[in-house]
Structure formats: C-alpha cells, structure tokens
C-alpha cells in the first residue's frame, strides 16, 4: 500500500513563503502522476498543482505565479514551494499520487497551513 507523508506546513505572516514536502514510501516514486489540492476549512477540497512523471506541470489559476510544485525522484518526494501567501491560502494542504498503470489513486494525510498576521 503506496503511502503519502506530508510535513512543512505552519503558520505564517502574509506575504511570506513555506515549502510543503511529500513523501512517498514507494521507490517507484518515478511513474507517478503528483498532485496538490488544499482545502480551506468549510469549503471543497480544491485543485492546486500537478507534475506529470515526465515533469509537465499545471497550476490552478488562483496559484499560479507562486506556487511551483517540483519533484525529487531520488528522494521520493514531491514539493510545493508557495511564495507570496494570502490568508486565502489558509487550509489544509493534501498530496496526491496517481499510478498510470492501473489509475489507483492515492492520498496524504494533509498538512495544515495557516496565513495570518
């Protein structure tokens, strides 16, 4: 069973960056298709970034411009490097791992996220 750990999540000031990190437990890390969603308390789970295996990558059009979600696939482990944060970005922060091969899906735990001054 494909396990997803999310870490660096945190309070932060408006205007300042956090990185989220994803760790997943299989080495076949590589073949996966990754996502971000976040969900803000109260509201529907959200689409935020995708990085193809191949390394594509799309954003939402509320994160684009940044946020850049990356890949390390000698760690096994995806990123979202979030700059410029808005208290609008203020909610749980879930990665996603898609399996090509057999569309098996696969999800993190979540990590909070809080903008505030």
């Known amino acids: 069973q494909v396990q997803l750990v999310e870490s660096g999540g945190g309070l932060v000031q408006p205007g300042g960056s956090l990185r989220l990190s994803c760790v997943m437990s299989?080495?076949?890390?590589?073949?996966?298709?990754m996502d971000w969603y976040r969900q803000a308390p109260a509201d529907q789970r959200e689409w935020a970034a995708t990085?193809?295996?191949?390394?594509?990558?799309i954003y939402a059009s509320s994160v684009r411009g940044r946020f850049t979600i990356s890949r390390d696939n000698t760690k096994n482990t995806l990123y979202l490097q979030m700059n410029g944060l808005k208290s609008e970005d203020t909610a749980d922060y879930f990665c996603?791992?898609?399996?090509?091969?057999?569309?098996?899906?696969?999800w993190g735990q979540g990590a909070q996220v809080a903008v505030s001054s």
């Open positions: 996603r791992a898609r399996d090509p091969t057999d569309r098996r899906v696969y």
């Open positions: 990085i193809a295996a191949a390394g594509t990558t």
């Open positions: 299989e080495s076949t890390f590589s073949i996966y298709h």
